[in-house]
Antibody, heavy 119, light 106 residues
Framework: QVQLQESGPGLVKPSQTLSLTCTVS??????????WSWIRQPPRKGLEWIGYIYKSGSTYYNPSLKSRITFSVDTSKNQFSLKLSSVTAADTAVYYC???????????WGQGTLVTVSS | IQLTQSPSSLSASVGDRVTITCRAS??????LAWYQQRPGKAPKVLIYAASTLQSGVPSRFSGSGSGTDFTLTISSLQPEDFATYFCQQLNSYPRTFGQGTKLEIK
């Protein structure tokens, strides 16, 4: 059973950088043809797809956030990470890491972690 | 690609048959998934490829459609089905979600 777990600070100050890591267990990031993704959900709102990173390190970022996002992957630790710079209150959300089976579905999700942007 | 779900909210009773629709702003073939989200939980996939039931999901859930118009049907509502439902297109990037349909108990 594949499991994903987000970790990182729950509070970030405005203008600073939000950093989250997703640890994958139950399978290797190197196995299969999966796209390791980040999705966020502001309080009481809908889902916003942030982007993905592939095991090779290739990425796709949502154009709405592209100038502020950086993804990375560490296959030796079976982890992938998100950095979002210059955050504002609008970036307050529950952040999910997830696995996409290409063009089929997001079949595994982390439990989500709430990140609040506030001074 | 914009996805528009209707209705945004729905009140129904246990045993009812309900249908939620998702319309795409352009054709996406059958690259559509449906998710259920309970409060405080991560979404869970119900249907992928527009009509394929995810393993372990009860058969009262079904999906149909292709191109721009899709539906999720719950044939006989159970108490655990009261939740929010989202569609997602996986045809192109960036991936996008519908705004959600909140299913409430009447």
């Amino acid at each position: 059973q594949v499991q994903l777990q987000e970790s990182g600070p729950g509070l970030v100050k405005p203008s600073q950088t939000l950093s989250l890591t997703c640890t994958v267990s139950g399978d290797s990031i190197d196995n299969g043809d999966f796209y390791w993704s980040w999705i966020r959900q502001p309080p009481r709102k809908g889902l916003e797809w942030i982007g993905y990173i592939y095991k090779s390190g290739s990425t796709y970022y949502n154009p709405s956030l592209k100038s502020r996002i950086t993804f990375s992957v560490d296959t030796s630790k079976n982890q992938f990470s998100l950095k979002l710079s210059s955050v504002t209150a609008a970036d307050t959300a529950v952040y999910y890491c997830a696995r996409e089976s290409f063009r089929e579905t997001i079949d595994y999700w982390g439990q989500g972690t709430l990140v609040t942007v506030s001074s | 690609i914009q996805l528009t779900q209707s209705p945004s909210s729905l009140s129904a009773s246990v045993g009812d048959r309900v249908t939620i629709t998702c319309r795409a702003s352009q054709g996406i073939g059958t690259y559509l998934a449906w998710y259920q989200q309970r409060p405080g939980k991560a979404p869970k996939v119900l249907i992928y490829a527009a009509s394929t039931l995810q393993s372990g999901v009860p058969s009262r859930f079904s999906g149909s459609g292709s191109g721009t118009d899709f539906t999720l049907t719950i044939s006989s509502l159970q108490p655990e089905d009261f939740a929010t439902y989202f569609c997602q297109q996986l045809n192109s990037y960036p991936r996008t979600f519908g705004q959600g349909t909140k299913l409430e108990i009447k």
